[in-house]
């Protein structure tokens, strides 16, 4: 009778055993699936070349994604990154608080604050090469019709458009940046379009593209662009026209003349300039060549970009030397006998190039030095009057 009653006992508390390690174990596993971030670390690299630019990397165990709050209070701006690396652009001089916040899957966070000190100049523009190729601006034979030397404070827009955003599927070729107008800039005498590692409207990077359609168009003539090209993996500048009926006539069936491309990415591709068309004639068609520098890359110094176009054909030019020749006679090629109008871009990522890795270094710049548009006199005959000449 005793014996049964403690052996009663003895299950019961066999069961109670079993049942708070059951509690504890269903405990310990919640705990073990909330774990918040820990060990945050951090670095801030300044520019401090009067920008204002600065980039930030941050890491910590745990975290899901990171939250970098700039500037003060009320006045904070919140940017969101999965990698923990942003890149920010101050439009003043002064001493800044920044709090980094690393986040777990509930968004609960750990946070740590520091003080950036920005000094901004007007004349920021970053590194310029004081070397490089020049062109006239006389040719025997040929009159100068267009052309802006970019000797403004800002980028003048009677002549220029900014094109906002991500159009559409990352500009038809899957491309990573946001457009904006805040990543040009011209000073002394340049025009730079900067591309950064910086989210925004949903983008991890940014940059600017500027068109002259509605303002100048051209057909046939000499065009030379003088500039330093960014470099790196993901970094895609370009140097372009579009034909004038795009808006109608949907690319490719207008027509595009890619003065100059360059696709980033070490040996083989910084060194490389790319000169194409686009047309459509029963289906999508291109011609192109490409020109490589023997030695350095398009970034170490100015380089002439050039085309020369007529009815019958399209030469392109790196530092006056021709490598490259297209006929446009052929019945289906009508597009290159009507107007285009120019673009300037950097994108970033895209189908061509592939994407940024960890060797890519923000921000990069390309600068333009000039752009001028000769005719012959038989050619004159521009779809917006030449009188946008700008010093």
Known sequence: MVYGFSRRIKSFLVVIVVFLSAFLSCSENENSEKLLPSNLVFEVHNSNDGSGFIS???MAENATSYEFLFGEDSERIPVQSSTGIVSYTYSDSGTYGLEIRALDETTDYISETTQISVIKTESASGWIPGKGYFTPMTYAGWNLVWWDEFGEDSLDESIWNYEIGTGHNGWGNNESQYYRKENTMVKGGYLFIEAREEAFGGSAYTSSRLTTESKFYLRYGRV?????LPWGQGVWPALWMLGGTFRENDWPG???????EMVGGGAGRDNVTHGTIHWDYDGYKHSGGAHGLETGILYDEFHVY??????ESIKWY????????????????????NYFFF?????????WPGYPNQSTQFPQR???????????????ETASPATNRRF
């Open 56 to 58: 930030v990397n941050a």
């Open 224 to 228: 030379d662009i003088r500039a330093c």
């Open 254 to 260: 207008c027509g595009e003349i890619d003065i100059m």
């Open 306 to 311: 050039s085309i020369e176009w007529d009815s």
């Open 318 to 337: 790196l530092d006056d030397s021709m490598f490259f020749e297209a006929d446009i006679t052929h019945d289906g090629m009508s597009e290159f006998q």
């Open 343 to 351: 673009l300037f871009n950097v994108a970033v990522g895209g189908n």
């Open 366 to 380: 390309m600068i333009v030095d000039y752009i001028r548009a000769f005719q012959k006199p038989n050619q004159i």
